[in-house]
């Protein structure tokens, strides 16, 4: 079973900055390509960013283009959502997301395994 678990939200005013983490814990944890999404209240999930297997590619939806970056420490199990100037509808509750089926690339399709999820909270 995989499991993650994301840490790093909080309350920022707009214009701030955050840095989620999501640590997993599975095997060969390269090989796997992974995903941010996000869910507003009473709004449906949706995709945030993605990054492949290798690293080196990920894909980004057009609200958080050119703010957020994601990046991977392979040797740390840990995917990283660098988040500037952060805008008040950017607050959410972010989860985690990987599949298990390796070596997929950067993709907004959601795959099997979630995180708990964290709070990241804008004010204006």
């Known amino acids: 079973q995989v499991q993650l678990v994301e840490s790093g939200g909080g309350l920022v005013q707009a214009g701030g900055s955050l840095r989620l983490s999501c640590a997993a814990s599975r095997r060969a944890f390269s090989a796997y390509a992974l995903a941010w999404f996000r869910q507003a209240p009473g709004k449906e999930r949706e995709f945030v960013a993605a990054?492949?297997?290798?690293?080196?590619?990920?894909y980004y939806a057009d609200s958080v283009k050119g703010r957020f970056t994601m990046s991977r420490d392979n040797a740390k199990n840990t995917v990283y959502l660098q988040m500037n100037n952060l805008k008040p509808e950017d607050t959410a509750v972010y989860y985690c997301?990987?599949?298990?089926?390796?070596?997929?690339?950067?993709?907004?399709?959601?795959?099997?395994?979630w995180g708990q999820g964290t709070q990241v909270t804008v004010s204006s």
């Open positions: 990054i492949n297997w290798g690293g080196g590619s990920t």
């Open positions: 997301n990987t599949d298990r089926s390796p070596y997929g690339k950067a993709s907004m399709v959601p795959g099997d395994y």
